[in-house]
T-cell receptor, first 117, second 112 residues
Framework: GAVVSQHPSRVICKSGTSVKIECRSLDFQATTMFWYRQFPKKSLMLMATSNEGSKATYEQGVEKDKFLINHASLTLSTLTVTSAHPEDSSFYIC?????????????FGSGTQLSVL | AQTVTQSQPEMSVQEAETVTLSCTYDTSENNYYLFWYKQPPSRQMILVIRQEAYKQQNATENRFSVNFQKAAKSFSLKISDSQLGDTAMYFCAFDSNYQLIWGAGTKLIIKP
């Protein structure tokens, strides 16, 4: 099956620094990638939808200047948490769509646990 | 608003037993997809089963099957012959205009 690689799996950073998370589709081209945030023992919250070559579409309440998303190629999307603060600590998951109809074939990365000190 | 409801926060059963996880959803759409995802302690999200709303036949994947009741907007997951490796969070999700709407999840514990 298709594989989505997400790195790093865990990152600890100081408050005020920026952190970049990468999401790669290893054996397929992903027109659309999604970024989620998951709080402990909670469901996934969609942060933004990323389309290759265009600006990401952010969900209501998600600060686009805080969470920078770049989808420069069909196999790579990055999420940069800028000027991280302790409240940004969370589990971030990306997913990539194999088809134009996003949810028919959706594959998830293994997630990144971000801890901001 | 379209919503997905999982009314069971946590369930536990003995190994080899059958367990059913409930999910209801609300939509005015006629064609859509429904999904069950599994998130084990590793936190990797894994697709368990998928149902297309226009198909009346319930989807089945080995020990996993669904009871899809379109009129009742119900989409329950049955796990037969449960195994220790089935211990995980299970999320029901609904595809709305190419975005997934997620239920709150059910924590399933399989006891040896």
């Amino acid at each position: 099956g298709a594989v989505v690689s997400q790195h790093p799996s865990r990152v600890i950073c100081k408050s005020g620094t920026s952190v970049k998370i990468e999401c790669r589709s290893l054996d397929f081209q992903a027109t659309t990638m999604f970024w989620y945030r998951q709080f402990p023992k909670k469901s996934l919250m969609l942060m933004a939808t990323s389309n290759e070559g265009s600006k990401a579409t952010y969900e209501q309440g998600v600060e686009k200047d805080k969470f920078l998303i770049n989808h420069a190629s069909l196999t790579l999307s990055t999420l940069t948490v800028t000027s991280a603060h302790p409240e940004d600590s969370s589990f971030y998951i990306c997913s990539a769509s194999l088809l134009q109809q996003a949810n028919e074939k959706l594959f998830f990365g293994s997630g990144t646990q971000l801890s901001v000190l | 608003a379209q919503t997905v409801t999982q009314s069971q926060p946590e369930m536990s059963v003995q190994e080899a037993e059958t367990v059913t996880l409930s999910c209801t959803y609300d939509t005015s759409e006629n064609n859509y997809y429904l999904f069950w995802y599994k998130q084990p302690p590793s936190r990797q999200m894994i697709l368990v089963i998928r149902q297309e709303a226009y198909k009346q036949q319930n989807a089945t994947e080995n020990r996993f099957s669904v009871n899809f009741q379109k009129a009742a907007k119900s989409f329950s997951l049955k796990i037969s012959d449960s195994q220790l490796g089935d211990t995980a969070m299970y999320f029901c999700a609904f595809d709305s205009n190419y975005q997934l709407i997620w239920g709150a999840g059910t924590k399933l514990i399989i006891k040896p």
